[in-house]
């Protein structure tokens, strides 16, 4: 028997096809995959659950991407610094993903798998149950905001006339050149892990009011490098 003129279809050709078009235009059609791979759209519905079961691909596609060993990791707020890097830098790379991606429940079973790592490394460390998903959510809320803003233009402030603005023009000025994204990123990951540092002994969430310390930023060492936490995590 000979060889098909075309690559059988399958789930993987979907799945890139499909994020593909997401990487494109933001989203996708099950035509318009059908029609990139050169079959009829019943040939695609054959192999997937619908538009629902692609969008479950795409995300196990994107998340593939993310190291879940650094979950294996100890300290547990060391892991959670590396496990955010990575799962920014998965996102990153597919900016125009994150608003389908989060639109819908997340079925695939790897990516629950990795949230479910994420947990017990948080009730190992003492964490309360209650505390443990908006701990989770939290971060991913800081991760998905930094990897669509790495989509941003370096330069985000345009400045006709320095005069109408001095002090941002001042503070601009100031800010290095380049690593605008990590810097702030790294800014907020230091935050975050700072405030929720406490949670294991015991006070359960903070009220939002500030870092459970009382400190701020001007009686601080300053802003982090973006090589990495002030502590070194």
């Not at 029609?35 to 596609?61: K, M, N, P």
């Not at 819908?104 to 948080?122: T, W």
């Not at 460390?125 to 930094?146: H, K, Q, R, T, W």
């Not at 380049?178 to 810097?183: I, K, P, V, W």
Request: with cysteine.
């Amino acid at each position: 028997m000979g060889r098909p003129h075309k690559p059988l279809l399958d789930r993987a050709r979907i799945t890139t096809t499909a994020l593909e078009l997401v990487d494109e235009q933001g989203d996708f059609s099950v035509p318009q995959i059908a029609r990139r791979l050169g079959v009829q759209t019943a040939s695609v519905y054959h192999h997937v659950d619908g538009r629902d079961g692609i969008v479950e691909l795409l995300r196990e596609r994107v998340c593939s991407a993310i190291d879940g060993g650094t979950l294996d990791g100890q300290p547990w707020d060391a892991a959670f610094a590396a496990w955010a890097r990575s799962y920014r830098a998965a996102f990153a790379a597919h900016p125009k993903a994150i608003p389908l991606l989060t639109g819908s429940p997340v079925r695939a079973p790897r990516v629950l798998d990795q949230y479910e790592q994420a947990v017990a490394l948080l009730l190992d460390a003492g964490f309360a149950l209650p505390d443990v998903m908006p701990v989770i959510i939290a971060l991913e809320n800081l991760v998905l905001g930094s990897a669509l803003d790495m989509a941003a233009p370096e330069a985000m402030w345009e400045l006709a006339d320095d005069t109408a603005t001095p002090r941002l023009a001042r503070a601009l000025a100031a800010f290095p050149e380049g690593g605008r994204t990590d810097t702030a990123f790294e800014l907020a990951l230091a935050g975050y892990l700072a405030h929720i540092r406490g949670l294991p002994d015991g006070r359960g969430l903070p009220d939002g009011r500030g870092l459970p310390d009382g400190r701020g930023l001007p009686d601080g060492p300053g802003l982090p490098d973006g090589r990495g936490l002030p502590d070194g995590a």
